[in-house]
């Protein structure tokens, strides 16, 4: 069964309203945890790492005032797209570590926004 | 930095046979893991195979094995007995330690009835 559950599995939103994805691994604590984005056809691209109890570290590029991370607990982790845009329409899935640095992945959310 | 490649854009396979997909990466570290993960159409991750960079044997999952080949930086998948489900897109990913996973482009497997 899965390991890491994403939600929302879709969502559609409106230009310049926010919108909030969660992410939780279901029978372990995961401290870190890793949002990626991915266009059709492409590979998955690393926004930001996780960190519970402290700030998410953004890769190069990631604006983090869009793209706002909460980690608040051992098993819990939010990425929160502000004021979104169509062009932040995309697949968004996360990852959490479970054993021996194997990566679970949630399910994938869809944004589309209009 | 460590980069992953996977040189084979697509690559098809008929029903009941063999297919190797080829992942090469570059790393100047000794000690690391490497995976392969399939996306399906629903584009869930689905971790196929692991191996660690310390163990000298191939790492075997059924019908999936992988050639790994540490001096040459080479890490193939094989599947065996292709099945219709097989086919998705195949990541190949390189991790050190406790950082990020990196990935390869990806190569789209075709499965032929």
């Known amino acids: 069964g899965a390991v890491v559950s994403q939600h929302p599995s879709w969502v559609i939103c409106k230009s310049g309203t926010s919108v909030k994805i969660e992410c939780r691994s279901l029978?372990?604590?995961?401290?870190?945890m890793f949002w990626y984005r991915q266009f059709p056809k492409q590979s998955l691209m690393l926004m930001a790492t996780?960190?519970?109890?402290?700030?998410?570290?953004?890769e190069q590029g990631v604006e983090k005032d869009k793209f706002l991370i909460n980690h608040a607990s051992l098993t819990l982790s939010t990425l929160t797209v502000t004021s979104a845009h169509p062009e932040d329409s995309s697949f968004y899935i996360c990852?959490?570590?479970?054993?021996?640095?194997?990566?679970?992945f949630g399910q994938g959310t869809r944004l589309t926004v209009v | 930095a460590q980069t992953v490649t996977q040189s084979q854009p697509e690559m098809s396979v008929q029903e009941a046979e063999t297919v190797t997909l080829s992942c090469t990466y570059d790393?100047?570290?000794?000690?690391?893991?490497l995976f392969w993960y399939k996306q399906p159409p629903s584009r869930q991750m689905i971790l196929v195979i692991r191996?660690?960079?310390?163990?000298?044997q191939n790492a075997t999952e059924n019908r999936f094995s992988v050639n790994f080949q540490k001096a040459a930086k080479s890490f193939s998948l094989k599947i065996s007995d292709s099945q219709l489900g097989d086919a998705a897109m195949y990541f190949c990913?390189?991790?050190?330690?406790?950082?990020?996973?990196?990935f390869g482009a990806g190569t789209i497997l075709r499965v032929k009835s």
């Open positions: 790393t100047s570290e000794s000690d690391y893991y």
């Open positions: 990852s959490a570590d479970r054993v021996e640095y194997s990566a679970f």
């Open positions: 191996q660690e960079a310390y163990k000298q």
């Open positions: 029978d372990f604590q995961a401290t870190t």
């Open positions: 990913a390189y991790k050190f330690d406790g950082n990020k996973l990196v």
């Open positions: 996780s960190n519970e109890g402290s700030k998410a570290t953004y």
